[in-house]
């Protein structure tokens, strides 16, 4: 019986994952942040939406599908990425 690896680096150096590509949750690594109210109120709205644009086709899309996406987006431009601030990323990003 196989048992599950809990040493936190070990998926770090396993295999890659694609992005894009599905996943089981526990295969992904654990990073908590903070978001501002009316950042987690807008995801929560926007994640609902995309559910039910889906009609039940498809993968259900979580807050934390579309923290994945803007992350993945932000790592895509990260060579427009300049500051010293979070004032200053958002601006080199238009934001």
Request: no cysteine; proline share 3%.
């Amino acid at each position: 019986m196989a048992t599950k690896d809990t040493n936190p680096s070990s998926s770090r150096s396993g295999d890659a994952i694609t992005p894009g590509e599905w996943v089981r949750y526990d295969q992904l690594e654990r990073k908590e942040t903070r978001l501002r109210p009316d950042q987690y109120n807008s995801l929560s709205e926007l994640s609902r939406g995309l559910n039910r644009q889906r009609h039940g086709r498809g993968e259900r899309i979580t807050e934390n599908t579309l923290i994945r996406v803007a992350i993945d987006l932000l790592l895509k431009r990260e060579a427009e990425l300049a500051g010293t601030t979070e004032a200053e990323l958002r601006a080199s990003l238009g934001l």
